[in-house]
Each structure stands twice: as C-alpha cells, then as structure tokens.
C-alpha cells in the first residue's frame, strides 16, 4: 500500500529552538495538507498545497511557522523559534483532487512535538 | 468559529449494537462529508464519504446519512466490534470555484469504546 510519510516520529525540543518536520507524500498525489492535533480543536489546518503551490496558509502562525514544498516529493513544516504551546502532534496528509470527483485523503502517521 | 461540530465527545456501545456518531456543521456551502477513524499513536484513515447529492451511503457495516436541511451527518456501525474502538472524526469540503476545492474541515472527534 502506498503511504505518506513523515519524519521525525517523535521530537523533543527545547523553547526557541527551530524545529523542521518533513513529509513524502504518495506519488501522483496533487495535493498536500499539513494539520495538527490538540485536544481542545481537534484537527486544525495549518497549510494546504496544490500541485506544490501554496492555496491557504491562513490556519499557521505567521510570525514563527512557515509551510513549503521544494519538490512533487517532499513538503516541510518549519516552526522558528518554537514554543512551548507549539506541542501537539502534526500530521501531513496527501490525495489526489481532481473537480467533481471523490476523494479520501491519506494521512501519515504523524510527528510528535514536544517543547519544553 | 467551529464549523463543524461532533458535540459528544466519547460514546460507549455493547459488542453487537449500533453505534451511530453525529456531526452538524454550519457552512451551507460544504458538500462533501467524509468520516475518519484514528487509533492511538496513528494518522487518521479514511472510512466512507457521502456528497451532498445523497442521503445515505453504506459500506459494509457501516453507512453515513445526510440531513442537508437539518446541517446534519450520522455514521452508523452495525453490528459494532471492539475493533472499531477509535477516535472517530468528521469533516467536510465546500466547493468554492478553483483553490479550495477539496479543502477539508475537521470535527473535534467522537472517542467510541465497543466493550466485548
């Protein structure tokens, strides 16, 4: 089964210090979503790619979180400097969009940040 | 402003039972509903969708309703087996003309435990 893929699974780090979170999406796939998971809001997005173009970052904090993708084969998510409230866990997930058509995304299996 | 909403945030269900999890949303331009199921320690998997052209969608064991008046989607799991003990979560997509089509908002999750 084809799969998204995230790196590191797990990331302790301390209060302002740059943390980098990386994602391969599944091949073909046009589309990339990067969320985060709190307990008090669930399943917040942060950033969204289409065809590597960013469509809608308006869910990340300007000021320390910045979302790319250098090529079809990797997007990242940069938090600088990182906070202690920036722990959660973040999920990158991929699919391939098409108008009018059905679609489940994959998600990957998340990256665990703790800032302390 | 929570534009979807799962409003219990945990259901307990007998092995055997139905177990039916509820969402709402407020966005009358959403579309497109889709149902996660996440375990521990995982990205969330994608369980069965419905467009909002149909009242009912069914899979197996389990179906999706759409109320489109009422801004209302149910996820049935008939017969419920320990297995399906997860966190369920709901989301939704608008079609807005282009970019954001496919962009998915997410319920807060519905935390289910089927006792044997």
């Known amino acids: 089964d084809a799969r998204v893929t995230q790196t590191p699974r797990h990331k302790v780090t301390e209060m302002g210090q740059e943390v980098t979170m990386r994602c391969q999406p599944i091949?073909?796939?046009?589309?990339v979503f990067w969320y985060r998971q709190t307990m008090m809001q669930g399943l917040e997005l942060l950033a969204y790619?289409?065809?590597?173009?960013?469509?809608?970052d308006s869910g990340m904090p300007k000021d320390r979180f910045s979302a790319e993708m250098p090529d079809a084969t990797l997007a990242t998510l940069k938090i600088q400097p990182s906070e202690p409230r920036d722990s959660a866990v973040y999920f990158c997930?991929?699919?391939?969009?098409?108008?009018?058509?059905?679609?489940?995304?994959?998600f990957g299996s998340g990256t665990r940040l703790t800032v302390v | 402003d929570q534009q979807v909403k799962q409003n219990s945030p945990s259901l307990s269900v007998q092995e055997g039972r139905i177990s039916i999890l509820n969402c709402d949303y407020t966005?009358?331009?959403?579309?497109?509903f889709l149902w996660y199921k996440k375990y521990p320690a995982e990205g969330p998997t994608f369980l069965i969708s419905?467009?909002?052209?149909?009242d009912k969608n069914e899979d197996g064991r389990f179906t999706v309703f759409l109320n489109k008046s009422a801004k209302h989607l149910s996820l049935h799991i008939v017969p419920s087996q320990p297995g399906d003990s997860a966190v369920y979560f709901c989301?939704?997509?608008?079609?807005?003309?282009?970019?954001?089509?496919?962009?998915?908002?997410f319920g807060q999750g519905t935390i289910l435990t089927v006792h044997p």
């Open positions: 997930a991929s699919g391939l969009i098409t108008l009018g058509g059905a679609y489940g995304y994959t």
């Open positions: 091949l073909g796939h046009n589309t």
């Open positions: 790619f289409r065809n590597r173009a960013p469509l809608d």
């Open positions: 966005n009358s331009m959403f579309d497109y």
């Open positions: 419905i467009s909002s052209i149909k």
């Open positions: 989301a939704a997509s608008a079609y807005a003309g282009g970019t954001s089509y496919g962009k998915l908002t």
